[in-house]
């Protein structure tokens, strides 16, 4: 469909303008997410810091500590994030985008929320 759209110089401008417009929104999403995404550890690990002082208090270690934290997380972010690239993956191919293209995109956002994860809690 984009080969078509791109016969004429209007189809041309057309496929360009919309790429910027999907781009800036790409970019715009994942600035958003990533915001939401660091601010709930935040507010996760800010909460619970009392909890967190007690367990230190006891003598867990800062691994272990870290371990139980990142274990809870974890099952909510990675059922959040399956969701979201299944929501996301659907609505690509419903737009015909290549299944390449949804299998990189997904692989990468996984990798990234996964990285963020690991770095919020490990910088705690």
Same mark, same amino acid.
């Given at each position: ?11 041309? @401008? ?13 970019? $715009? !999403?994942? *600035? ?5 995404i ?7 690990? !800010? ?7 007690? @367990?230190?208090? &006891? ?9 139980? %934290? ?6 909510? %972010?990675?059922?959040?994030?399956? &969701? ?14 290549s *299944?390449?293209? *949804?299998? &990189?995109?997904?692989? &990468?956002?996984?990798? %990234?929320?996964?990285? $963020?994860?690991?770095?919020? %809690?490990?910088?705690?």
């Amino acid at each position: 469909m984009m080969e078509e759209s791109r016969m004429t110089s209007l189809g041309d @401008y057309g496929v360009d303008l919309t790429f910027g417009i999907n781009l800036a929104l790409l970019i $715009s !999403t994942f *600035i958003l997410a990533s915001n939401a995404i660091s601010e709930c550890m935040n507010c996760l690990l !800010t909460e619970r810091k009392s909890e967190l002082n007690m @367990y230190h208090t &006891i003598g867990w270690t800062h691994q272990r500590i870290l371990y139980k %934290v990142a274990k809870e997380a974890f099952g909510w %972010v990675v059922l959040s994030v399956l &969701i979201g690239l299944l929501f996301s993956g659907a609505t690509l191919l419903l737009f015909g985008t290549s *299944i390449k293209w *949804i299998l &990189i995109g997904c692989t &990468i956002s996984f990798w %990234v929320y996964d990285a $963020s994860l690991f770095q919020t %809690v490990y910088y705690f």
